[in-house]
């Protein structure tokens, strides 16, 4: 546990570096290769996708906004008051803040994400905003299952929050076998408000993953960064680029980072041979139809009850019930 500015405690269950080290040595020896995308977040990855919201490309997190600040209202009449409000990937929270505004009586507010110097600061900034919320941060990889900290009050019921869709990180047995972990969290009497990016045009897909300025390629390069600090990694970030397209027959955009030439990196004492070309894949963003995700909810017994969308029909924000 670890103390905030603002006098709210962090509950740190952020992977260690052993379990880093397993995680992207397994992924290196998989054909191909790959990189958990949760590893992208460290301090100057999470800061990066703070930059990417923002750019005239990434229409998700403005679609998303707009959403949210038009229908937070209705959204927080479906959560119901007294909750106690998870979300999933909270970063700097900026979206948590027009829900709360309207929530009836919230009773604390716990955002997880694995960035820990991150969390710290969005959750201090949150708890200056709404002192009479029990601001509860937990420093994790959210694909695990982790307690719910104590709130000071009891709540009527817990609700996750996950936006920004990124559910679509997650193939469909993943995707499945998270949704599950939320329905047992929240249990009986929760919901679930998440955030999908639904099928459209390619272009305006594959631009939001490629943009003009770069940022998004610094973003992906920095997780090689982020394996050099860390576990003694020599990756030349010189020799590898960010490469996204979409895939319309699973209907994802696939981010990798290829290789510019034959070349060897070691990550300790192990090492791994790149052919020139090669993709180390680093993420998926599958894109959705509200019905098909629906559908897919109820797999593991969560029902729609509302949905909302932007005026351009973008993006979706739906709202689910567990069934019991």
């Known amino acids: 546990m670890g103390n905030l ?28 290769k790959q990189l958990p995308s949760k590893y992208l977040y460290d301090e100057r990855g999470s800061s990066l996708f703070d930059d990417i919201c923002q750019l005239d ?24 008051p007294g909750v106690m409000l998870v979300e999933y990937g909270s970063g700097s929270s900026t979206k948590t803040m027009a829900l709360l505004e309207e929530l009836a009586n919230p009773v604390s507010y716990v955002p997880v994400d694995i960035s820990r110097e991150h969390l710290s600061q969005s959750a201090a900034r949150v708890s200056r905003f709404f002192p009479a919320i029990d601001v509860l941060p ?11 900290p104590k709130s000071e009050r ?16 997650f193939e469909r047995d993943e995707a499945l076998a998270m949704l599950k972990q939320i329905a047992d969290l ?78 060897h990196v070691a990550i300790g004492d192990h090492l791994f041979p790149f052919e020139e070309d090669e993709p180390i894949i680093t993420e998926y963003s599958h894109k959705y139809t509200i019905e098909g995700f629906a559908a897919l909810a109820a797999e593991v017994g969560l029902t729609l009850r509302r949905s909302w969308t932007d005026d351009r029909e973008l993006f979706a924000v739906l709202h689910f019930a567990l069934l019991t």
């Not at 490309?57 to 600040?69: A, F, H, N, V, W």
């Not at 937990?138 to 719910?148: G, K, M, N, W």
């Not at 973003?219 to 590898?240: A, C, M, T, V, Y």
């Open 5 to 32: 500015d603002s006098g709210t405690t962090l509950c740190d269950l952020q992977p260690s570096t052993a379990v880093f080290l397993k995680d992207v040595l397994a992924g290196l020896r998989e054909s191909p």
């Open 57 to 80: 490309e990434y229409y998700l997190t403005r679609s998303e906004d707009q959403i949210i600040k038009k229908y937070s209202q209705e959204m927080a009449d479906q959560i119901g």
């Open 138 to 148: 937990v420093c994790a990889d959210f694909t695990q299952p982790f307690a719910l």
């Open 154 to 169: 009891q709540p009527t019921h817990a609700a996750v929050f996950f936006p920004g869709s990124t559910i679509g990180n």
């Open 186 to 263: 929240c249990g009986d009497g929760g919901g679930l408000l998440i955030g999908i990016d639904l099928q459209k045009e390619v272009d305006l897909i594959e631009s939001a993953y490629n943009d003009a300025l770069g940022v998004t390629a610094e973003f992906s390069l920095n997780l090689l960064r982020h394996i050099n600090r860390e576990l003694d990694g020599d990756f030349d970030l010189e020799h590898f680029s960010h490469h996204a397209v979409y895939d319309n027959v699973e209907n994802r955009v696939e981010i990798s980072l290829v290789s510019h030439r034959d070349q």
